[in-house]
């Protein structure tokens, strides 16, 4: 006689978790259904980032796929600049939408929000004066 342990029914998931990067950033994000608030290390993302690009960069997979205002994003973001980290925050709730929605990828993809950027510094090389600048030419 075997015993059956009754399984939890399925439930939909209450939070999104992904991470984003780019150059030196990282960024963890935390996405739950909510009003659209988005925090980034406890501060709102217009008061976090300067640039007003970096803000259109973080509601970009948003507006793409039409959910503006139905989230709350809470992210982590450490490393590189200002820069990095909001290409970083993209790419992080690009992420955690696909995982709310697997029907957003291909939106998503199209508008290159699923693409991790890979471009990094270049290190210096041992005899040159940087990556690829090498030493001034003498005739004398």
Same mark, same amino acid.
């Given at each position: 006689?075997?015993?059956?342990? +009754? @399984?939890? +029914?399925?439930? +939909?998931?209450?939070?999104? @978790?992904?991470?984003?990067?780019? &150059?030196?950033?990282?960024?963890?994000?935390r996405? =739950?259904?909510?009003?659209?608030?988005?925090?980034?290390?406890?501060?709102? !993302?217009?008061?976090?980032?300067?640039? @007003?690009?970096?803000? &259109?960069?973080?509601?970009?997979?948003?507006?793409?796929?039409?959910?503006?205002?139905?989230? /709350? @994003?809470?992210? &982590?973001?450490? %490393? %590189?600049?200002?820069?990095?980290?909001? /290409?970083?925050?993209?790419?992080?709730?690009? *992420?955690?939408?696909?995982?709310?929605? +697997? /029907?957003?990828?291909?939106?998503?993809?199209?508008?290159?929000?699923?693409?991790?950027?890979?471009? &990094?510094?270049? *290190?210096?090389? !041992? %005899?040159?004066?940087?990556a690829?600048?090498?030493?001034?030419?003498?005739? =004398?």
């Amino acid at each position: 006689m075997t015993t059956e342990t +009754p @399984v939890a +029914p399925a439930t +939909p998931q209450t939070e999104y @978790v992904a991470t984003g990067r780019r &150059k030196t950033s990282v960024v963890r994000v935390r996405m =739950r259904p909510g009003t659209g608030q988005i925090l980034v290390n406890g501060r709102p !993302y217009q008061e976090y980032f300067p640039g @007003v690009h970096h803000h &259109k960069a973080v509601i970009t997979p948003f507006e793409v796929t039409g959910t503006l205002g139905q989230f /709350d @994003v809470r992210a &982590k973001a450490t %490393g %590189g600049g200002m820069t990095g980290q909001a /290409d970083a925050l993209m790419l992080g709730i690009a *992420r955690a939408l696909r995982l709310y929605n +697997p /029907d957003f990828y291909p939106i998503l993809r199209q508008a290159g929000l699923m693409t991790r950027d890979a471009r &990094k510094k270049e *290190r210096k090389k !041992y %005899g040159l004066h940087g990556a690829r600048r090498g030493t001034q030419f003498s005739k =004398r």
